[in-house]
Each structure stands twice: as structure tokens, then as C-alpha cells.
């Protein structure tokens, strides 16, 4: 009896360390992901073009652009279909349902991109891409990674709120909690010494449940 060869292991890309390169075939002309260096990127792949999940998905992602460039970020999609399947599907969204989609779509005909990121898992199909989302960023550094199954649209407004929180943690060296929200108190690095967990439930500017455990407002 013939046993199916097995396909050879691909690594994947881990948080903290630098995001896999690309050089890309896009709705906007080739893209390599040094073109965004200095932003942050959210890339993201969808099943196929001309289904009606990731048509919402692309209605969702289109209505969030805008509030992820104020926040110096950009989008980027992708899916195992061709640039001219891709323009055909974006013109027809636009034409359906007035959703104007400005962010470039990666063609990954030969899977090349979906490879390097692990987007393509054989236990749901082999040759469509699951619903992933990478935060890259400025510095080209993989910071999360959210992987849906084939069956659920994504809730764009939590990859917003994903984005926030990475970029707030950066600039206050703090950590968020969970279903944080901007104007939300976030939570104090814990303290590494005993004095400094002594100091800490009597500092009156935090708000603790324990030492270990501080809320504080920014």
C-alpha cells in the first residue's frame, strides 16, 4: 500500500522576531514589505475572491482604512487567486455595494506568501488560504497573529483595537487588559523587588487589586 508522501515542514513565523519578506504581485503594482517600513501593516488573507464571506470582510476592512492610517498603519490583503481576479472582484464590490476597497491585494498564484506565513492549513483546504491576520511592525517585527477558520468573518473593530493596544503598550511601556479600550486604565509593569511591591500598593496614583495586580490612567 502507497502511503501519501508527507509535505515538507515549513516554519513558522513567530512574534518578536522579524516578519517573513515578500516581493509580491499586488492590485497596485509589486509591493515588497520593505515598502512599509516605518508603518505598521496589517496583512490579512481571505479563502477566495467572489465568495460572500470575504465580501463582507472586504466591506469591513475597506470601512476601517481610514481610522488604521490615522494610526500610521496600512492594509494589505491577500489570496491564492490572480491580480485580475482581484481587480474584477474589487470593481464589482464597489459596483454592488459602494464599498470602495483602497488598500493593494497580494495575487499568491504560486503560494509563495501564504507559505512563508502559514497561512494555508490542509485540515480545512489545501489550496485556499485561511482567514489569518499578521500585525507587523514599523520596525518590520511580527508582533500578532490571529488565525479564523474558512466559516467566520473576522470583527475588524477588535483588529483596530489590536493595533491601538500594541501601539499604546510601545509608547507607555505598559500592558493592556483585557477588553481595554482607549481612555481605559491600563496596567503597570510589575515590580521585581520586594521593596518595590511594598512601594507599590501604597503609591496613592495606581489603583491595586494586589502588588502585582496596578491599574493606572495614562
Avoid at 487567486?81 to 464589482?92: E, G, L, M
Amino acid at each position: 500500500m502507497d502511503v501519501p508522501a508527507t509535505p515538507p515542514c515549513t516554519r513558522l513565523p513567530r512574534l518578536g522576531e522579524p516578519a517573513p519578506d515578500f516581493a509580491a504581485e499586488t492590485t497596485h503594482g509589486n509591493l515588497h514589505l520593505s515598502d512599509f517600513a516605518g508603518t505598521w501593516l496589517v496583512l490579512f488573507s481571505h479563502p477566495a475572491d467572489f465568495t460572500p464571506v470575504c465580501t463582507t470582510e472586504f466591506m469591513a476592512f475597506a470601512a476601517i482604512h481610514e481610522r488604521l492610517r490615522a494610526l500610521n498603519c496600512e492594509l494589505l490583503g491577500l489570496s491564492i487567486d490572480s491580480v485580475f481576479a482581484h481587480i474584477a472582484w474589487v470593481r464589482n464590490i464597489e459596483e454592488k455595494t459602494g464599498a470602495r476597497i483602497t488598500f493593494p491585494v497580494i495575487a499568491d498564484l504560486d503560494r509563495a506568501v501564504a507559505t512563508a506565513y502559514g497561512m494555508v492549513m490542509p485540515g480545512e483546504s489545501a489550496t485556499e488560504a485561511s482567514r489569518c491576520v499578521f500585525v507587523i511592525d514599523g520596525k518590520g517585527v511580527l508582533r500578532a497573529m490571529v488565525y479564523y477558520p474558512l466559516t467566520t468573518g473576522r470583527n475588524t473593530e477588535e483588529i483596530v483595537r489590536l493595533v491601538t493596544a500594541l501601539q499604546t503598550a510601545d509608547a507607555h511601556q505598559v500592558a493592556t487588559p483585557a477588553n481595554w479600550r482607549p481612555g481605559d486604565k491600563v496596567i503597570a509593569p510589575p515590580p521585581r523587588t520586594a521593596e518595590d511591591a511594598a512601594a507599590r500598593v501604597a503609591d496613592a496614583s495606581l489603583e491595586c487589586v494586589d502588588w502585582y495586580f496596578c491599574r493606572k490612567d495614562l
